[in-house]
């Protein structure tokens, strides 16, 4: 049996994970500040939790406070950067959300800290053209740019384009399972978990537009995060404001629009998705759609990481393995934007730049039936 890699920390000074918390989490919090005019008290919570050296659990008052404990046994005390990475991350923007008082009584409750971000981010006339003018390809061309718009939609990520910067895209995938995931579509369930909203979501909305209009798809889950997560993860709200933005008269926006109503397409979320855990961990409840589904469809780097593991294993530990355990077929659509990545070939590595996991220029495609 396969020997695990240990899960991905922080504590090396020169590694990708420590630039998030060291770099990127202070450039977070000067983003929210500059957004709105929160009071002081508001901005004195922010600037100590950039000045915490030890992780702290939630105060007994807040509604999470019971979850956060068993899921943060063991970390109280120490170093953010010495806590698994995936934990650091995401409990960072939990603690975010208690600063801003996005959960307290008061006039600021359920105000998205990240929101001005993702306005500013919403796609404009030309990609919605763009995207409009795929509907008129042929049947196959119009398969692949569905899929590709989808993929590459996934580096607009805000938070990660706060301090990377990206390198020009390259057109060639690492891995290309498009063929497999299209295998997979015979006319059932599909679930899509979201990603980013603005320029992400739009195409993950094409994309479901192709599935219901083809027969591919009798029904859609769109799955998003109940709560502001990694600056421009996708909500409810995220995703009502894309609908909006498609013209009025849109084929597009008319039929997603019809499919809500109808009940062809659905949005879903749960509290699993703003937590600390992989799919392993997911609750049975979710467990069982996933295993009820034709294929899941999982957007985005954090869903690849609860996927097969934050782990930064060899690169040809096979996909299939890390992701059989997952209760139904499976397709991950990512940018590469983080250490973890599996399924390659034993040589792929060689003639890849030294930034290759990180830059957001590679993709992958992969596919586990």
């Given at each position: 049996m396969r020997v695990e890699p240990p899960v991905i920390v922080s504590s090396d000074p020169s590694s990708f994970p420590h630039s998030v918390l060291r770099d990127r989490h202070p450039a977070i919090v000067a983003k929210v500040l500059a957004a709105y005019p929160y009071a002081p008290e508001v901005q004195k919570r922010l600037e100590m939790l950039l000045q915490e050296q030890a992780v702290v659990p939630l105060d007994d008052a807040a509604h999470d406070a019971a979850a956060w404990a068993v899921w943060g046994a063991g970390m109280w005390g120490r170093s953010w950067y010495d806590v698994p990475f995936l934990f650091a991350e995401n409990f960072f923007y939990r603690r975010l959300l208690d600063a801003v008082g996005y959960y307290a009584p008061g006039a600021w409750r359920g105000i998205d800290p990240f929101g001005p971000q993702k306005a500013a981010d919403l796609p404009g006339e030309r990609e919605l053209a763009e995207l409009d003018a795929l509907q008129e390809?042929?049947?196959?061309?119009?398969?692949?740019?569905?899929?590709?718009?989808?993929?590459?939609?996934?580096?607009?990520?805000?938070g990660f384009g706060l301090v990377a910067s990206h390198a020009e895209r390259v057109d060639e995938l690492l891995v290309d399972d498009s063929a497999r995931l299209w295998s997979l579509t015979r006319g059932g369930t599909v679930i899509v978990v979201a990603d980013n909203a603005g320029r992400e979501l739009l195409p993950d909305l094409v994309l479901i537009d192709f599935l219901l209009r083809t027969g591919r798809a009798s029904r859609v889950e769109l799955h998003v995060k109940p709560a502001p997560y990694f600056v421009s993860d996708a909500l409810t709200a995220d995703v009502l404001a894309e609908l909006g933005r498609f013209p009025a008269g849109s084929?597009?926006?008319?039929?997603?629009?019809?499919?809500?109503r109808g009940g062809r397409l659905e949005l879903h979320t749960e509290d699993f998705y703003c937590a600390p855990l992989t799919f392993h961990e997911a609750p049975d409840g979710l467990a069982a759609r996933f295993a009820a589904a034709e294929l899941t469809i999982l957007?985005?780097?954090?869903?690849?990481?609860?996927?097969?593991?934050?782990r930064r294993w060899p690169v040809d530990t096979p996909f299939e393995e890390v992701s059989a355990y997952f209760p139904g077929p499976v397709a991950a659509l990512r940018t590469v934007k983080s250490d973890v990545v599996a399924g390659l070939g034993a040589d792929a590595e060689r003639g890849l730049p030294e930034s290759w996991r990180t830059s957001g220029a590679f993709a992958l495609v992969q596919v586990r039936g």
């Open positions: 390809l042929p049947g196959d061309e119009q398969a692949a740019g569905v899929v590709r718009a989808a993929l590459w939609g996934n580096r607009a990520d805000l084929a597009i926006g008319g039929r997603l629009d019809g499919a809500l957007k985005g780097d954090l869903n690849y990481r609860r996927l097969v593991g934050d």
